[in-house]
């Protein structure tokens, strides 16, 4: 038993280093989105978003990071 608990705590140390690869921690500074519809015909509903700067490193979306309006986790892959 004792060997199965210390694998399972091994195993949330590493996906916990895992998670954070790219991000670097979220933008403290954030705005408003209104929803609206891109030019492609698909509607974009209301959303608060990062502030723009030069890294894509503390966006919400990024891995590693975490919105912490919704609660959701970052997923992407950093272009930059």
Do not use: C, E, F, W
């Not at 195993?11 to 921690?25: E, F, K, M, P």
């Not at 990062?50 to 990024?62: E, F, I």
């Amino acid at each position: 038993m004792k060997h199965l608990v210390l694998a399972a705590a091994l195993t949330l140390i590493h996906t916990g280093a895992q998670a954070q690869l790219y991000g670097t921690g979220s933008n403290s500074r954030s705005h408003s989105v209104q929803g609206h519809i891109t030019s492609s015909g698909t509607y974009v509903p209301p959303h608060t978003a990062t502030n723009p700067n030069s890294t894509q490193m503390d966006n919400y979306s990024t891995r590693g990071n975490v919105n912490p309006y919704t609660g959701a986790a970052g997923t992407r892959t950093p272009r930059y």
